[in-house]
């Protein structure tokens, strides 16, 4: 929805499964402490403490509904103190939807071995254009924030010892993560971004090199 149309129409909810973390504050969702709800202005799935909020909504007949804080205000015009807005960054937040649209590489893989915790898990992979020695790991391309960063530089990029083709491997004194991706050229392609940003080239650095080579 555009912004002007707000409470005008309803919107398309984002759907539950889509969305691993609140879609305001970034805190990750859980069954016990935090629900996941929908704003009934945006759309978004939103944790209860920033859906903390009613705003009348033109397409429900001027009825409160609940809203994130961002439509409140918008809906409102009634600001938030400014400490409430500062504790909506994180160190790691770095928008995994905002990277696909500027990054060197990006795709689901799967992600092998129990260094993930849970073996065989997907993880949508960037490697973005303004940090590109560095691989981030979301659980979904909504996630604002990344679960796992892994900084490339020195690391060792080989074919998996798995008979497939489309396992590759990072690898680096005892650390090792393995990925597994859709196609073999899919997995080519990511063992070349690996292998670039692992010798620490960078776009428009002194390396820099046609990327489709
Ligand atoms: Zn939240
Ligand atoms: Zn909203």
Avoid at 72 to 90: H, I
Avoid at 136 to 158: E, N
Avoid at 197 to 202: F, K, L, V
């Amino acid at each position: 929805l555009q912004s002007e149309e707000l409470g005008l129409r309803a919107p398309q909810w984002v759907r539950d499964k889509m969305v691993t973390m609140c879609m305001r504050c970034q805190e990750p969702f859980n069954a016990l402490m935090r629900r996941r709800h929908h704003c009934r202005a945006c759309g978004y799935v939103v944790c209860a403490r920033c859906s903390d909020y009613r705003a009348e909504l033109k397409y429900d007949d001027n009825r409160p509904n609940r809203v994130c804080l961002d439509c409140y205000m918008f809906l409102t015009g009634n600001a938030l103190p400014e400490d409430k807005e500062d504790k909506r960054r994180g160190i790691l937040e770095k928008g995994a939807a905002a990277g696909s649209k500027q990054s060197l590489m990006c795709s689901f893989l799967q992600l092998l071995g129990d260094k993930w915790g849970k073996s065989g898990s997907r993880g949508w992979c960037v490697i973005p254009q303004d940090d590109p020695l560095v691989l981030y790991v979301y659980a979904a391309p909504q996630d604002m924030r990344a679960h796992t960063s892994i900084p490339l530089l020195g690391y060792q990029v080989t074919a998996g010892p798995q008979a497939d083709p489309r396992v590759f491997q990072l690898q680096q004194s005892g650390q090792l993560y393995a990925f597994k991706a859709e196609t073999e050229e899919l997995k080519d392609r990511w063992v070349k971004a690996m292998e670039r940003a692992a010798s620490g080239w960078s776009p428009g650095g002194p390396n820099d090199r046609d990327l489709s080579d």
